[in-house]
C-alpha cells in the first residue's frame, strides 16, 4: 500500500497545537502578574494565580485554562490510557476555570472543588510527563532517550513543586499567608509543564529521518507510506511506540544532489506488517487519506 496523499499541513498544526499548549503553561503566570502590574496598575503580584481571577486579567486566566482543557479533549494518544488521562486532566482544568477561589478569607466549597481540581490537574500532567510520554519502542533512538529524561525531569519537577505547596499549606498556614511561596511554585510547575509539551511538539530533541544501517541491508522491506517529512516522521514515531522498526529513505535522488526531498518513503519489515497496518489504517483514516493498494 502507498499513500499519495500530502498530510504535512495537518501534521504541522497538530505539532504546533502542542507547542501552542506547551508555551501557554510557560508564560501564564509571567502574562498575569505583568498584565496586573503593567496594564492595571496593580502594586504588586499577588499571592497565587488563582486569585487573578478577581483582577483585569481574569480573561486571560480564564481563557488560557480553557484553551489547555479544550486541547486535552481532543488529544489523540497511542492507546485508551493516553486519552482517558487527558480527557481527565481536561475535566480538573475546567473545574480550575469555572469554580473560582474565594478572594480573600475562609474557603467555602467552590474554593475547594476549585484547589482540588488544580492539584489533580497538575498531577495527571505531571504522571502523563512521567509515564506516557517515555513510553516508546525496547530499544529507542539517541534522541528519543534524550527526550525521555525531558520528560521525566518536568515531571518529578512538577510533583515536587506540587508538594511543596502542599506542605506550605499544612504547616506554615499557607492558606491565609501573604507570601508569594505559592505563585512561585505554580510558576515552576506551568514552566516544567510547558518544556515538556514544547518537548513532545518537536521543539527539543526532534527525530531526523536517518536511515538504519541494520536495515538497509535487508531485503523483505515494504513501504507503506510515502509522504512529506513531518508526516513520515510523525507515523515512523507512532510505529516505533509500537515496537514496530521503520526506515525512512529517499528514493528520488534527490538527496544526491544536494535538493530537498518533497517526499520520503517509510518502510517496514514484512514480518511486521500484520502488526503495523492497523497503525498506519488509523494514522491515515484521521487525515482523511487518498490510498492506492
Known amino acids: 500500500m502507498e499513500i499519495k496523499r500530502d498530510h504535512s499541513a495537518q501534521i504541522h498544526s497538530y505539532l ?3 507547542k501552542a499548549i506547551g508555551w501557554i503553561g510557560i508564560l501564564l503566570p509571567f502574562v498575569l502578574v ?3 502590574i503593567v496594564i492595571f496598575d496593580g502594586e504588586r503580584p499577588l499571592t497565587n494565580m488563582s486569585v487573578y481571577y478577581y483582577t483585569g486579567m481574569r480573561d486571560i486566566f480564564v481563557g488560557s485554562i480553557c484553551a489547555i482543557a479544550l486541547f486535552l479533549f481532543f488529544y489523540k494518544g497511542y492507546d485508551r490510557w493516553d486519552e482517558i488521562s487527558a480527557d481527565l486532566a481536561g475535566l480538573f482544568a475546567l473545574g480550575v476555570a469555572f469554580f473560582p477561589t474565594v ?27 512521567i509515564f506516557l510520554f517515555t513510553r516508546g519502542e525496547e530499544h529507542p533512538t539517541e534522541m528519543k532517550r534524550k527526550r525521555n529524561l525531558v520528560y521525566r525531569a518536568c515531571g518529578i519537577i512538577m510533583l515536587e513543586a506540587l508538594a511543596s505547596i502542599e506542605l506550605f499549606f499544612l504547616f506554615f498556614d499557607g492558606i491565609n499567608s501573604d507570601s508569594g511561596i505559592v505563585l512561585i511554585a505554580e510558576t515552576v510547575t506551568l514552566v516544567a509543564f510547558g518544556i515538556s509539551w514544547l518537548t513532545k511538539g518537536g521543539t527539543l530533541y526532534p527525530d531526523k529521518p536517518v536511515k538504519k544501517d541494520d536495515m538497509e541491508n535487508e531485503e523483505n522491506l515494504i513501504k507503506v507510506f510515502t509522504g512529506s517529512e513531518p508526516t513520515a516522521l510523525l507515523l515512523l514515531k507512532m510505529l516505533e511506540e509500537a515496537g514496530i522498526k521503520g526506515l525512512i529513505k529517499n528514493d528520488s535522488g534527490l538527496g544526491y544532489i544536494g535538493a530537498a526531498p518533497s517526499v520520503l518513503d517509510l518502510y517496514i519489515l514484512e514480518t511486521d506488517i500484520e502488526k503495523a497496518m492497523p497503525l498506519v489504517r488509523e494514522f491515515t483514516d484521521t487525515n482523511e487519506p487518498e490510498q492506492e493498494a
Open 103 to 129: 478572594e480573600d478569607g475562609s474557603w467555602d466549597w467552590v474554593a475547594w472543588v476549585h484547589f482540588s481540581s488544580a492539584a489533580c490537574f497538575l498531577v495527571i500532567l505531571a504522571l502523563i510527563s
Open 16 to 18: 504546533s497545537l502542542r
Open 34 to 36: 505583568l498584565g496586573h
